[in-house]
């Protein structure tokens, strides 16, 4: 086709498709920038600017084709003369009137599943269900009130299943309405505009519950926007997801825990007063208890997900029962408490206290204890075996093979109506260490769990040896010695020793690249390496290890480790 620049600068192309036009300013945002204010308003001019004008049969042009290299040409009078293949054409470049008034643009309806809706008879009786052609029914509207031109509800709220809205809308000008272009988008579901579209609508489907804006903007044909146009709307949830529901689960789940509870207490002190004289009878009952209690655990087990907040609450809990941290901090001068359950509860725990004695001072008793089984099961069974060690300290006991004999006979005798097969067999491997700051001395006992010793090496600073105070072999619980008394233990302190107890979690964790134990030789050898280093870091770096360990695996055990430097 030709190609003409005319006298003001602006370029003519022709070709079979019609006449183009691209003026000079528009030649400026292609290719540089002036100085002239019309230049500076182009730069600022919106998005999907038009730089080529078109001519078509609304312009006055009738022509088919511009073929041709000088089918094009500019006369003296300034009138530009374009040859087609059936007629020739004359433009009159004073006659080119731009129209730069933006079209108007409106929302002209809201239908539902591609159905129209008569808004204006639903806010009458807003309750109304109403069956479209489709088939689907709708209904349970929410709004203020019809808009007065076209009928559109205001603040609409839908229910949660009348999610397929079609919004219609229409922009005017008295100029080329043909040629009108629209962008929209919803906000909430779309993060940009849609591409440029000649279609007065837009449907979606599907759309979940939230609050929503839909914006329709138009562009005239000589790139004029218009404002934009918003219309708001919420969609609500169902009502498995509204707040009450939710808060209604909640408590009743908390209800039916409290409940349960309060009916396992009572029943536990029934069952006491009566032990010794119906032991026989109750190893039936037991077994039944047991049964019972066994379905009730894998009911509690299908309800995990709905608990959840119970467990956290039930976390809460037993944090309460074990040695608070102003009470170490008040005792022990260094240390540190590295406590990382499996689950949200723990079948871990440390306890202490102050212990009144005849001598002048107090000491100080340190638990640190792995009761039978993890999670829910072993977070109770640590509260037993805390509110027993909390009893055999309330009835005067002082030294610590009498404090794990007595706890000893109290989880003995709450655990033979616990309704399991091994008769009650469970209880907890536990350190107890009384210390004596004031001779530096500690007397212990132990039940399986070891406590560990690291003492720098006389005139060394760089190396150090680990002592292994052993335990007895049984635990603090119904066994095959259950007769025999603990061993208590005494060692003199020196300046400088880290006292560590420890549960076997952390020597229990499968990782590493074989994916076996981390074990106890291991882990000595980890202490004696980090026992010079401040106690907070210990910690840190226990944890570091721990973690790097099993890397991807599970955690198969609670993990509890605590370090006291004299």
Known sequence: GGVLEDKAGNLWFGSGGGLDKLTKNKLVRLFGRSDTAYTDKLY???????????????DGFLGQSVNGNRCISQAGDGNIWIGTNDRLTVYHPEGDIVNLNAPDIQLTNLSLYNENIPWVKVAQKKDTAIVLGNGVSVGNFEFDSVSRWYGLPQNLSLAYSDNYPTFSFIGSTTYQPKKIRYHYKLEGIDDNWSALTNRTEASYGNLPNGYYTFKVKAMSSAGI????FSFVFTIRPPWWKTWWFRTLSV????????????????????????LEKTVDE?????????????????????KHKEITD???????????????????????KEHFVFFQPKDVVSGDFYWASKLATSSAGEKFVLVTADSTGHGVPGAIMSLLNITSLESAVKDGFTEPSDILNATRKTIIERLKKDGSENGGKDGMDASLICFDFINNTLNYSAANNPVWIVRASAGSTTTAQLIELDPDKMPVGKHDKDL????????????????YTLTDGMPDQFGGPNGKKFKHKKLKELLITISSEPMQVQKQKLTNELNNWKGDLDQVDDVTLIGVRI
């Open 44 to 58: 600022n001019r919106k998005e999907d600017d038009i730089l080529f004008k078109s001519f078509s049969y609304d």
């Open 225 to 228: 926007w218009s404002r934009e």
């Open 251 to 274: 408590l009743a789940i908390v209800v039916l825990i409290v409940l349960y509870i309060k009916w396992r207490e009572r029943a536990l002190k029934q069952r006491q007063k009566i």
């Open 282 to 302: 109750r190893t039936v009952e037991v077994n039944a208890e047991k049964k019972i209690v066994e379905r009730q655990k894998s009911l509690i087990e299908e």
């Open 310 to 332: 119970s467990i956290n609450y039930a976390e809460r809990i037993q944090r309460s029962f074990l040695a608070t941290k102003s009470l170490l901090d008040e005792n022990l």
């Open 484 to 499: 025999v008394p603990f061993t208590q233990h005494n060692f003199t302190l020196q300046k400088g020793d880290v006292v």
